[in-house]
């Protein structure tokens, strides 16, 4: 396992003392918190480099430009890109996807088609081709789970039959921690023609991620979830697919020639980069991924799950819980119930111990629905946790036992 | 493993009296003849409310509830009922009112009789995020008897 307690040293946050406690963060799913590599890579391009990108004459504008492109060369290795101008910067996985729907799928998806979608996506993978559907008068088709909660790949096969156009799916799932065959996800549906766009946002911090192994079209990440201030991501695309795809936004940048009536516009992926971008964004995302890379992503997913694992073994030992999602291989995400404990109860009991879990629905109401809960309670590991953590956690589930007067039924 | 007692604030939240109306709801299931209903759920957490209320000549004569969400939400909702009973619908919103003084910190809303087995959750005003988990059953009571 990692040496975790000498790598939260280089996060201030997790220094802090919450209600009295050390702080326990168990919601990294959520968001991640940051090192002090990424909060003075921040502070430093606004002492040093701040300036417009891609318009300036002058030296600090060119290495503004620099640093921003540096960044998304950066984010192009991290995750074996088809080239860097297939990296196009948004404010996370969410616009990533609104980006695909609203350029690739408005002019691809027409009335009569069929998008297939997970019912462990969350809602940004949802919601998205939902509007789009409607739109176009086109089909969303859902695909099944099965009871260990895994995509039915029986059903995901009856999905294809339809010819779908497009194919959406999470490689890591946010509230269960599976991890989804991505690879032969996107080569089955490669076969039936469609397009497959992957979302990224709980894969690319946990795991070695390389998208042209995968073979999708698209691969959505978020920066916050690995790192990197919020409002960083990416959508990781095959560069031919961005060319021939209409611009998503309209402004300055991502013009080539702007006419009284019409325009043209700049090459990819400044196309898809209208007005100034959040460059801080970037430069903070590059240098959390050079914290990543120095640990080394194959050894931060050994180390997530073998503190998931401890945390199951834990948990499952207390009579009334029931953790929910796979066994053996998965994420370091683990969603749990505690008898008629309702999840936020449990989370404001663990609060007062210190401890950040998530209470809720996770964005994925269907998967709640065909769980059969309404909520759930979900603990969810980072480099920086540790084994003390896991037995923070199942100590303080003890207590909100005692204090609701759990009796196992 | 941290065995100490549960912190204060804890014990005032968690009261045995909330724990007793989330295990054993009063009034919960489908209200025959109901002529007001509404339903109302918490996005964020997934609290659902479904109240149906039977309201002649202004005077609250049934109501019910149906809903799932945490202790807090149901145990008002259940406490709720229980008082609204033979209430004037003037009446049940000075309730509603005083429920949300309470939850605002008032402390003299927290001692009127009034307000019942409710004043159980006079600790919640102490965990502002759970305030609305309080409040869910009379923003829906707001909802349904309003003109």
């Given amino acids: ?409 | 493993m941290d065995t100490s007692p549960p912190e204060p604030r804890l014990s005032a939240l968690y009261q045995e009296l909330i724990l007793d109306h989330y295990r054993r709801p009063r009034n919960k299931g489908a209200l025959d003849g109901a002529t007001h209903s509404v339903s109302l759920n918490n996005p964020l957490c997934g609290d659902e409310i479904d109240l149906q209320l039977r309201v002649d000549d202004d005077v609250i004569r049934d109501v019910r509830f149906i809903g799932r969400g945490c202790s807090i939400s149901q145990a008002s909702a259940s406490m709720m009922t229980q008082l609204l009973k033979d209430r004037t619908v003037p009446q049940a919103l000075t309730l509603a009112a005083q429920m949300n003084a309470m939850m605002q910190g008032d402390e003299s809303a927290a001692k009127d009789k009034a307000l019942g087995d409710l004043r159980a959750l006079a600790g919640v005003s102490k965990f502002p995020v759970r305030i609305k988990c309080a409040l869910l059953p009379w923003n829906a009571l707001t909802d349904a008897v309003k003109p």
């Fill in chain 1, 1 to 409: 396992m990692l040496d975790a307690a000498r790598l939260r040293a280089d996060f201030p946050l997790l220094e802090r003392r919450e209600n009295g406690r050390r702080l326990v963060y168990l919601d990294n799913a959520a968001t991640t918190q940051k090192p002090e590599a990424v909060l003075s890579a921040i502070a430093d391009y606004y002492r040093t480099t701040n300036a417009n990108v891609h318009r300036g004459a002058y030296s600090l504008a060119i290495r503004a430009t620099e640093a921003y492109e540096a960044a998304r060369a950066k984010v192009a290795g991290f995750v074996n890109a088809w080239a860097p101008e297939g990296v196009v910067f948004t404010r996370g996985t969410t616009e990533s996807i609104n980006l695909v729907a609203g350029s690739y799928g408005r002019a691809h998806v027409g009335r009569g088609d069929t998008v297939v979608v997970t019912a462990m996506d969350h809602h940004s993978n949802l919601v998205p081709w939902q509007i789009l559907c409607q739109e176009k008068g086109a089909t969303l088709r859902m695909v099944e789970i099965t009871e260990d909660g895994r995509i039915d790949l029986s059903d995901f096969g009856t999905a294809l039959e339809r010819r779908p156009k497009l194919v959406a799916f999470p490689y890591v799932s946010n509230a269960l921690g599976t991890v989804n065959p991505a690879a032969q996800l996107a080569k089955l549906a490669h076969a039936v023609g469609a397009v497959v766009v992957v979302d990224g946002a709980q894969s690319t911090p946990h795991l070695k991620v390389d998208v042209q192994t995968l073979d999708c079209d698209f691969y959505a990440l978020s920066g916050h979830k690995m790192l990197a201030p919020m409002g960083s991501g990416a959508l990781v695309a095959k560069p031919e697919l961005l060319e021939a795809m209409p611009p998503y936004h309209g402004g300055g940048e991502m013009i080539s020639r702007v006419f009284d009536d019409h325009s043209t516009y700049n090459k990819i992926p400044h196309k898809f980069e209208a007005g100034t971008p959040n460059v801080e964004a970037a430069v903070g995302l590059a240098a959390a991924i050079d914290y990543l890379e120095r640990i080394g992503p194959e050894r931060i997913a050994e180390h997530e799950q073998a503190l998931a694992q401890a945390a199951i073994d834990q948990l499952t030992q207390i009579d009334g819980v029931t953790v929910y999602g796979p066994r053996g291989h998965r994420a370091g995400v683990v969603s749990f119930t505690y008898g008629d404990i309702h999840p936020h109860d449990i989370a404001t009991i663990l609060d007062q111990d210190g401890i950040c879990i998530r209470a809720g629905h996770h964005c994925a109401q269907p998967l709640m629905r065909r769980l059969n809960v309404a909520a759930t309670a979900r603990a969810s590991f980072y480099l920086y946790n540790e084994p003390g953590d896991v037995a923070a956690l199942a100590g303080s589930l003890v207590k909100a036992g005692a204090l609701f007067g759990y009796v196992p039924a």
